[in-house]
């Protein structure tokens, strides 16, 4: 797993998926902080009503919006709970999930940093 500096992010990755633009790669930043609100809302929310199914749904898209942006660790997370919903293990959903809002927190901290740095 590559990390800048203490960045949960890699840098060389989201500007690689934003055609190497830096205004495009700051846009990309500020809507993965909504997303990274959203969808650990939903989540929450799938996962207290036992709706392992749409939790795992929302995990993908996280996922996907944390590869977008080079947060390895947030999208390795996802991936975790993603799968354990769908192999209908609403414990290890939890406890993936515990461990997601603990790293989409650090991700949405490091956002101004990241900002510095592209």
Do not use: W
């Amino acid at each position: 797993m590559r990390m800048n500096d203490d960045l949960p992010f890699v840098i060389e990755t989201l500007l690689e998926q934003c055609g190497n633009s830096k205004d495009i790669a700051e846009i990309i930043l500020e809507e993965f902080v909504v997303q990274v609100g959203d969808d650990t809302r939903d989540i929450a929310a799938y996962l207290a009503n036992g709706d392992l199914p749409h939790a795992g749904k929302a995990g993908h898209r996280l996922k996907g919006s944390a590869g977008v942006v080079g947060a390895e660790k947030l999208h390795a997370i996802c991936l975790a709970l993603e799968q354990a919903a769908k192999n209908g293990n609403g414990q290890d959903a939890a406890k993936h999930f515990a461990e997601l809002q603990v790293e989409a927190d650090r991700c949405v901290a490091a956002v101004p940093r990241a900002r510095e740095k592209i």
